[in-house]
């Protein structure tokens, strides 16, 4: 136990500068000069692979410690956007690192430390308290830099590790409509005798209408563990409009190592009805058009159609729904006639039912689209020619 919270101290002290630099090639770095803070503070900006290229707006993960989290949080944020799990993000990484204990930490009481079984002077030594500078910082001036220089859709995120769990907490009591959803992985709320708990739980609850919130821990003990399984009793127990919560517990990892997890698991959390799904799919294309709105109205993103059809289309194959997989693969066809995956899609399933003759047409489909890359006929043309083959031995 005294081993944990000696990690625990020394994180909550500097951060975890586990992952490194950010990538120069992804990523640019942004010199704020801050009247607030008065001084200049970094951001860590990641924008997403087309947004040159595109007129897109996109939602905003802003989070804290943007130089240590940055790497792997673009890492869960690029592979859940391309399964069509989550919209592509805009993220800020807001430095923390400098002086982080006083920027994350909002009031205290000198013996708050004392739940600590080790010595928390480094603690006291590094001014706590400023939180409220801090957040003022990121409502004042961050945001509104971000909303000027950069396509949003108006959809906001936020989220924090350890101490900034604990400041993601804080700014959600303080300024609840400051963002829709937070990321509360380990969140320190020991943190002065566990006062912001106490806070949280005094939110009115018409302010959580409509948000959603992300809690996560590690196996790190009671210190941690505890508040947490009070959140969780609390929160669950909400009747709220449009209030969306979820907590998770990851066994076998740390305080340090639960951050990864931790984000990967909350934004797939936070973002869970945007994905389309083979229940609302199969209920048809008014149903999906719907969807596709109720997105649009939410987070103020289009989503990509086709390429979420396309993966469920053959999902439904493998699971050996035919039907669906043929409804799927058909309005992929009326929406974009010249997608090859879906006549390949397609007429494998007519030739799995040996019905050559109808795979054979579904490719003679194919090759009358004159959008259909040149390159694709050849492959159409090979594909004909074995099944006429299939067909020939079929019928002899």
Same mark, same amino acid.
């Given at each position: 136990?005294?081993?944990?919270?000696?990690?625990?101290?020394?994180?909550?002290?500097?951060?975890?500068?586990?992952?490194?630099?950010?990538?120069?090639?992804?990523?640019?770095?942004?010199?704020?000069?801050?009247?607030?803070?008065?001084?200049?503070?970094?951001?860590?900006?990641?924008?997403?692979?087309?947004?040159?290229?595109? $007129?897109?707006?996109?939602?905003?993960?802003?989070?804290?410690?943007?130089?240590?989290?940055? $790497?792997?949080?673009?890492?869960?944020?690029?592979?859940?956007?391309?399964?069509?799990?989550?919209?592509?993000?805009?993220?800020?990484?807001?430095?923390?690192?400098?002086?982080?204990?006083?920027?994350?930490?909002?009031?205290?009481?000198?013996?708050?430390?004392?739940?600590?079984?080790?010595?928390? &002077?480094?603690?006291?030594?590094?001014?706590?308290?400023? +939180?409220?500078?801090?957040?003022?910082?990121?409502?004042?001036?961050?945001?509104?830099?971000?909303?000027?220089?950069?396509?949003?859709?108006?959809?906001?995120?936020? +989220?924090?590790?350890?101490?900034?769990?604990?400041?993601?907490?804080?700014?959600?009591?303080?300024?609840?409509?400051?963002?829709? +959803?937070?990321?509360?992985?380990?969140?320190?709320?020991?943190?002065?005798?566990?006062?912001?708990?106490?806070?949280?739980?005094?939110?009115?609850?018409?302010?959580?209408?409509?948000?959603?919130?992300?809690? +996560?821990?590690?196996?790190? /003990?009671?210190?941690?563990?505890?508040?947490?399984?009070?959140?969780?009793?609390?929160?669950?127990?909400?009747? #709220?409009?449009?209030?969306?919560?979820? &907590?998770?517990?990851?066994?076998?990892?740390?305080?340090?190592?639960?951050?990864?997890? /931790?984000?990967?698991?909350?934004?797939?959390?936070?973002?869970?009805?945007?994905?389309?799904?083979?229940?609302?799919? *199969? $209920?048809?294309?008014?149903?999906?058009?719907?969807?596709?709105?109720?997105?649009?109205?939410?987070?103020?993103?289009?989503?990509?159609?086709?390429?979420?059809?396309?993966?469920?289309?053959?999902?439904?194959?493998?699971?050996?729904?035919?039907?669906?997989?043929?409804?799927?693969?058909?309005?992929?066809?009326?929406?974009?006639?010249?997608?090859?995956?879906?006549?390949?899609?397609?007429?494998?399933?007519? &030739?799995?039912?040996?019905?050559?003759?109808? *795979? #054979?047409?579904?490719?003679?489909?194919?090759?009358?689209?004159?959008?259909?890359?040149?390159?694709?006929?050849?492959?159409?043309?090979?594909?004909?020619?074995?099944?006429? *083959?299939?067909?020939?031995?079929?019928?002899?």
């Amino acid at each position: 136990m005294r081993h944990i919270c000696l990690v625990l101290l020394v994180f909550c002290l500097f951060g975890c500068g586990g992952f490194g630099e950010s990538n120069q090639a992804s990523t640019h770095i942004i010199e704020l000069q801050s009247s607030v803070l008065g001084e200049k503070r970094r951001l860590h900006l990641h924008l997403p692979k087309q947004y040159a290229e595109s $007129q897109q707006k996109y939602p905003v993960l802003f989070m804290t410690d943007g130089r240590a989290n940055l $790497q792997h949080t673009i890492a869960s944020v690029e592979f859940l956007s391309s399964q069509g799990l989550i919209p592509e993000l805009i993220i800020i990484g807001i430095e923390s690192n400098q002086n982080r204990t006083h920027n994350l930490t909002p009031t205290y009481r000198e013996d708050s430390f004392e739940v600590l079984p080790i010595d928390g &002077a480094m603690l006291l030594n590094q001014d706590p308290g400023g +939180a409220e500078a801090f957040l003022d910082f990121i409502a004042d001036e961050v945001k509104p830099y971000v909303q000027k220089h950069y396509r949003v859709s108006g959809y906001d995120v936020f +989220a924090g590790h350890s101490f900034g769990g604990l400041f993601a907490v804080y700014s959600l009591v303080k300024q609840p409509d400051l963002f829709d +959803a937070f990321i509360a992985i380990s969140p320190s709320l020991w943190w002065d005798h566990q006062a912001w708990l106490g806070h949280l739980k005094s939110i009115p609850l018409n302010k959580l209408s409509d948000k959603s919130i992300f809690f +996560a821990v590690g196996e790190e /003990g009671p210190l941690m563990e505890d508040p947490y399984e009070q959140v969780k009793l609390y929160l669950n127990n909400r009747s #709220i409009d449009g209030f969306k919560f979820s &907590a998770k517990r990851f066994l076998g990892e740390n305080h340090n190592s639960v951050v990864n997890q /931790g984000m990967y698991f909350g934004l797939k959390s936070i973002f869970s009805d945007f994905a389309l799904t083979l229940a609302n799919t *199969a $209920q048809g294309e008014k149903k999906i058009l719907a969807h596709q709105k109720l997105v649009k109205g939410k987070y103020g993103v289009k989503q990509h159609l086709e390429s979420q059809l396309e993966a469920l289309a053959y999902g439904a194959l493998f699971e050996d729904k035919q039907q669906l997989s043929v409804s799927l693969f058909e309005l992929i066809l009326k929406r974009e006639p010249s997608t090859l995956s879906a006549y390949i899609g397609l007429a494998s399933i007519y &030739a799995k039912q040996q019905n050559y003759k109808k *795979a #054979i047409s579904v490719y003679e489909r194919a090759l009358s689209q004159p959008k259909l890359a040149i390159g694709s006929r050849g492959q159409i043309n090979h594909h004909i020619a074995e099944l006429e *083959a299939r067909l020939l031995k079929a019928n002899l």
